[in-house]
């Protein structure tokens, strides 16, 4: 197609330059054997000459004179015209049909203009058509959407009603509710306070103890020292002049080092520092109780002073079991010799006591008779706890003492517990006529 419009225009381009050629006066019409020649270029000729007749002297016989002979540069440019008018009548008879052709196109070509127009104009008014049904569509749906909206509105309306009804019903019985829940738990709360006394024994033997309180219960370790000296310090920064007061329930006494920091963080208070026993001290917690400043312990507590009986861990030998009953003595120096001191006797004069009461060495007396030794500062007939001042009962459940071991039972089906592991040169100072507490 494209090489037949390209042969189409070139014959078009010969048709106008030959019509072109023909509007000129000077130029001849070129054929496709005879190139143009321009006549007014064309070189000058002599004419051959023409001898010119003699006259005769005489008139001669009247005869017909001779034809003039052609000009052949004229027969050849009749000639070469002819020619050129010849071709271009034949190319233009051989170019109509192009002419024709391209007023076909011209006329197709605006035909499909139109054809394009109309479609398009058909096209607009479709798009037209359908952004008006959009429009009308988008109209009714917010109409619509608007009318939802207010009965969602009115709906919710309705349900925030009921809510606030039903919330207001609710919020009184939970009123309820929560009134009677305070009212049970205000009845696990006395409506007494704690009681403070610098002298905190009254006269007729009650003993009043405020809510500066530190329980001593069963076997005294390092964890037992963190407790109790933490709390003195604690206590001594909230005031320095009340007493605190370190009640002992029961403990067979442990570990010296831990009992001799408790002892030396009591000696260091500046708030005094009171030992209640209310069962049963021995050994260390025995050594902590007499060597108070003030201890207190009811008439049938019992209370136990022994030497240092150390468990020994592992096989020995003699070496170092020398060594192991050397470091006990100098520890039981630093406990027995005060306590005998306090009872006003020499430290053998004790220990030969404590074989004379118990062929063991292990010496006990109740309340009375250790308050009569010295064990113990004051005998009381009653313990008043001021610091109770919430139902034991409705509290949550008591978390396991600091000091607690884990019982196990042995292959005789004997229960035990395993001591925990001492810090070197520590020795216990332990009442176990039962062999509970035992050493892995």
């Known amino acids: 197609m494209k090489a037949t419009t390209r042969c189409t225009l070139a014959l078009l381009g010969m048709g106008t330059a030959f019509a072109f050629a023909q509007d000129a006066p000077a130029a001849a019409p070129a054929t496709a054997t005879t190139p143009p020649i321009a006549i ?17 002297d005489k008139p001669q016989s009247a005869e017909k004179p001779e034809a003039p002979k052609p000009d052949p540069v004229k027969t050849e440019a009749d000639k070469l015209t002819a020619e050129n008018n010849l071709a271009a009548e034949r190319l233009k008879a051989e170019t ?20 394009m127009a109309l479609a398009a104009a058909k096209r607009q008014a479709a798009q037209e058509d359908e952004n008006a049904k959009a429009e009308a569509e988008s109209a009714q749906i917010s109409r619509e959407a608007g009318i939802a909206r207010a009965r969602a509105e009115l709906l919710t309306n309705e349900l925030k009603s009921v809510q ?16 009677y829940e305070m009212e049970g738990k205000r009845k696990a709360y006395a409506d007494a306070k704690p009681v403070y006394l610098e002298n905190p024994l009254r006269d007729d033997g009650t003993l009043v103890i405020s809510d500066r309180r530190i329980a001593l219960n069963g076997l005294i370790t390092m964890a037992t020292a963190d407790h109790i000296t933490d709390r003195i310090d604690f206590y001594n920064n909230l005031d320095r002049k009340l007493p ?14 831990a009992g001799y920091r408790i002892q030396k963080a009591m000696e260091s208070s500046d708030a005094p520092v009171h030992v209640v026993v209310k069962s049963f001290a021995a050994s260390m917690a025995a050594g902590i109780t007499t060597l108070a400043k003030q201890s207190y312990a009811y008439p049938n507590a019992i209370i136990l002073h022994h030497q240092i009986s150390s468990l020994m861990m592992g096989q020995l030998n003699l070496t170092e079991q020398a060594e192991v009953v050397k470091e006990s003595q100098r ?12 009872m006003g006797v020499g430290t053998d004069e004790f220990i030969k006591q404590m074989y004379a009461h118990n062929s063991s060495g292990d010496w006990s007396e109740f309340g009375e008779d250790a308050f009569k030794l010295k064990w113990v500062d004051h005998i009381v ?3 008043e706890e001021t610091s109770f001042t919430k139902n034991p009962d409705a509290g949550p459940v008591a978390v396991p003492s600091p000091n607690a071991v884990k019982e196990e039972v ?9 001591l925990p592991r001492l810090t070197p040169k520590d020795v216990y100072f332990l009442y176990n006529p039962d062999n509970y507490y035992r050493m892995r």
Request: hydrophobic share 35%.
């Open 40 to 56: 007014g270029s064309l070189p000058a000729t002599p004419a051959p000459a023409v001898e010119k007749p003699e006259k005769p």
């Open 410 to 418: 042995d292959a005789n089906g004997k229960p035990f517990s395993y």
């Open 381 to 383: 007939s009653g313990i």
């Open 331 to 342: 520890w039981w120096s630093r406990f027995g010799t005060p306590i005998a001191q306090k």
């Open 244 to 257: 605190i007061f370190l009640v002992i329930d029961e403990s067979p006494g442990g570990s010296v080092m």
């Open 96 to 115: 109509n049909a192009l002419r024709e052709e391209i007023t076909k196109m011209k006329i197709e070509k605006e035909l499909l203009t139109e054809r």
């Open 164 to 179: 606030s009804e039903s919330g207001i019903a609710l919020a009184k019985l939970q009123s309820q509710i929560a009134s």
